[in-house]
């Protein structure tokens, strides 16, 4: 089964089907639009695909035993391994932890291939990646290099990934874009998801109310209780009149 957001993308043919799809439980039924044939194309191999073209899918594409059956594919799980009819051996699961490349290599520079090479509306440009710069499927950032490509503005800034070691540059403008041979017309840098921050709540602070102290208070008026209540009831109103000047 595809899903019929990639199989739009991928720009395939859906026909009518009747035939109906269940989810892995074999209750919950699957919407199904249509089916399609795709063929993919890796490391100059073919791999046909037939399937159902489902509405809500929780991969992009499922293949299962009728794939591999169609193409001669077997899975070798106690070492990750797919194998080709060809004997063709791929490893699949985490990749390994290479060194961080040196600095110069931290932007690859891609080359024009042989001769004068014209892409055209709608084509792409599939050029090889130096092998110890990616031995893996990858996603790059892709920029313009030099002067006469950003005049053109192609190619343009843009995420692509690699497959098989090789990355393929569309050209979506409505003009023929002509590459020189050999030319140094774009690079390419590795990309990464930074890990996700978890954010920490500032502190939260209690506001301690501001007591607000006259001058008077800090008078000691007859301490040792010898003076009148009249007289003292005086002294108390000149203060308090005192504190409001």
Not at 22 to 41: K, M, N, R, W, Y
Request: glycine share 4%.
């Amino acid at each position: 089964m595809i899903s019929v957001f990639t199989a739009t993308v991928l720009g395939a043919s859906i026909k009518t089907s009747s035939q109906s799809a269940h989810q892995a439980d074999g209750s919950s039924p699957l919407i199904v639009i249509g089916e399609t044939s795709i063929v993919f194309t890796r490391d100059g191999k073919e791999f046909k695909f037939e399937g159902l073209v489902v509405e809500k899918l929780d991969v992009d594409v499922l293949a299962g035993t009728p794939f591999m059956e169609l193409n001669d594919i077997a899975i070798r799980p106690a070492r990750r391994q797919i194998i080709l009819g060809d004997g063709t051996t791929y490893v699949y699961g985490s990749r390994p932890i290479h060194p961080s490349p040196p600095s110069v290599r931290r932007a690859c520079v891609l080359r024009a291939p042989e001769g004068e090479t014209t892409i055209w509306p709608g084509d792409f440009i599939e050029l090889d990646l130096p092998p110890d710069f990616s031995q893996n499927d990858d996603v790059f950032a892709l920029e313009p290099r030099d002067t006469s490509a950003l005049l053109r503005s192609w190619p343009p800034y843009v995420v692509i990934s690699s497959v098989a070691g090789r990355v393929r540059i569309p050209n979506f403008t409505n003009r023929p874009q002509v590459v020189k041979r050999h030319e140094h017309f774009c690079q390419v840098r590795p990309t990464y998801v930074p890990p996700a921050e978890t954010s920490t709540p500032p502190p939260s602070y209690i506001a301690k109310p501001i007591s607000v102290s006259a001058h008077s208070d800090k008078v000691k008026l007859d301490p040792d209780n010898i003076v009148p209540q009249d007289i003292k009831s005086k002294f108390h109103s000149v203060l308090i009149e005192y504190d409001s000047v």
